[in-house]
T-cell receptor
Framework: TQLLEQSPQFLSIQEGENLTVYCNSS?????LQWYRQEPGEGPVLLVT?????EVKKLKRLTFQFGDARKDSSLHITAAQPGDTGLYLC???????????FGPGTRLSVLP | EAGVAQSPRYKIIEKRQSVAFWCNPI?????LYWYQQILGQGPKLLIQ????????DSQLPKDRFSAERLKGVDSTLKIQPAKLEDSAVYLC????????????????FGPGTRLLVL
């Protein structure tokens, strides 16, 4: 069974600060996704990465897939209160099989 | 485009009772997923349907949980009888195909049903 670990579990920062959250595994994933989940809602996809070493940017969010495809990071620049939520990484093997979510990082950005 | 619909949004039952959740996926999406999300954890896949066939139900507690997707559209997840540890948010998601050579597809999630078992 493939498992994903995320760190930190909780993060509380002030508006305008930068932060990085991590997603790690001992297993190799064919592709990896990051989702954000707000209270009372389902997760919403932010990005999918499929190539080792790949970097994707989405406005103030930068996502990186590790060279060995075992880990990923999400960096947020100049965090805003609207970034508050649960950030989940999810990975899968070939053809989307063995899809699994990590436990998430709960981010709180204070105004 | 309408999103994934789920009902009810909240349900409170006593242990040993039965409960059912309903999901209507995005129109045209072949694949439907049911997840269980316990407080403080990430979603755990319970069952995946491709059209009206089961692709993966390896983590579904089949002694008490059942799911069906008649006609390959709407789906129902049932728990009978419920236990205290079933208290969680039950999320339904759908995707266009469910698999592709490059890996995961985009899944679109509904708002979930929050179940409390007393």
């Amino acid at each position: 069974t493939q498992l994903l670990e995320q760190s930190p579990q909780f993060l509380s920062i002030q508006e305008g600060e930068n932060l990085t959250v991590y997603c790690n595994s001992s297993s190799v994933f064919s592709s990896l996704q990051w989702y954000r989940q707000e209270p009372g809602e389902g997760p919403v996809l932010l990005v999918t990465v499929v190539t080792g070493g790949e970097v994707k940017k989405l406005k103030r969010l930068t996502f990186q897939f590790g060279d060995a495809r075992k880990d990923s990071s999400l960096h947020i620049t100049a965090a805003q209160p609207g970034d508050t939520g649960l950030y989940l990484c999810a990975g899968a093997g070939n053809y989307g099989q063995n899809f699994v979510f990590g436990p998430g990082t709960r981010l709180s950005v204070l105004p | 485009e309408a999103g994934v619909a789920q009902s009810p949004r909240y349900k409170i039952i006593e242990k040993r009772q039965s409960v059912a959740f309903w999901c209507n996926p995005i129109s045209g999406h072949a694949t439907l997923y049911w997840y269980q999300q316990i407080l403080g954890q990430g979603p755990k896949l319970l069952i995946q349907f491709q059209n009206n066939g089961v692709v993966d139900d390896s983590q579904l507690p089949k002694d008490r949980f059942s799911a069906e997707r008649l006609k390959g559209v709407d789906s129902t997840l049932k728990i009978q009888p419920a236990k205290l540890e079933d208290s969680a948010v039950y999320l339904c998601a759908s995707s266009l195909e469910g698999h592709r050579a490059s890996g995961i597809e985009t899944q679109y999630f509904g708002p979930g049903t929050r179940l409390l078992v007393l």
